[in-house]
């Protein structure tokens, strides 16, 4: 199969593009806009890296607004509870929501939903792409992937992976790794990253995948053993830690970021957002705090989030239909 996920090449595309000029400039019809405080929503837990993120962005969104940009937590479920908030809400632009592709391209085949993500939610732009890193617990003998990759053959269906809820990036790394090594693993989902990670470190899950700012600060702590990265590259943050496609040539995953807005918001509110988020991603310290995240820093136009996720579907099915999870077409 493929490979899902926005790759360090194309994100480098993206973050190559020159900022339009005239052509951005909003129409009188967002003049109005913002006339409150808008709201972004993250469906995840504060404290990790999309939340991060999110807060950052916010940020630098109430400089350039003159209005507070506040971000509220509203995790579950995948993400499907924050994003089924943003959708009932009004659509002015005054609600938005900060998250990836796996909540259009993976959410949806995995869990019954009361509402279509892409149908009702519209891509603003993309900020930052990342590899997710593979860890074992501390107790568990194998040290590194190959060696994982071993031992689950020589006992079937015995090797579980914590995943920070169905469908999210954690979850599809998971599946992608055991679709192409063809193992018998037992994916446990849980209510977010803090939850996963402290039974990886209890030692009652054998590995789980995460984001580089989860994941890093248990580096040469001994509570958890840090075994590869799925990015195409090695990280500066960590330069000794193994490319998962070592060990599998071609598995590169890199999940995205970034901003979200329910369908229906004005185009020329969603046309600004989009210019200040793009100019936003290419602010120098912007990029060198998500670079110490083991983020990379992007910013993309409303038509290039379309793009990556009309790639981006075909391929999540296909990987989660190969592992037998969900009900993906």
Sequence with gaps: MGTPGLTRRAALRLGALALPGAAWAPRASAQSWPNRPVRIVVPYAAGGATDTMARMVAERLTRRLGQNVIVENRAGAGGAIGAQAVVQAERDGHTLLFS?????????????????????????????????????????????????IAWA???PGKLNCAAAGNGTSS???????????????????????????????????????GSVADLLPYAGTGSMKLLAITS???????????VMTDTIPGLVYEAWNGLIAPSGVPAPVIALLSRHVMEIAREPDFVQRLGLLGIQST???VQQVEEMLAYERPLYAAAIRAAGLGFAP
């Design 153 to 155: 053959k020589a006992n």
């Design 171 to 209: 979850h599809i790394a998971g599946v992608i790794f055991q679709e192409r090594a063809g193992l018998d693993m037992v994916i446990v989902p849980y209510a977010g990253a803090a939850a996963a990670n402290s039974d990886v470190i209890a030692g009652r899950v054998h590995i789980h995948f």
């Design 299 to 301: 910013g993309s136009t």
């Design 100 to 148: 990836g592709g796996s909540l259009f391209a993976a959410v949806p085949l995995m869990q019954r939903l009361s509402f279509d993500p892409a149908k009702d939610l519209q891509g603003v732009s993309i900020v930052g792409v990342n590899g997710v890193v593979m860890v074992a617990s501390p107790g568990f003998g194998p040290n590194s992937p190959a060696e994982v």
């Design 232 to 242: 195409r590259e090695r990280i500066p943050q960590a330069p000794d830690l193994p």
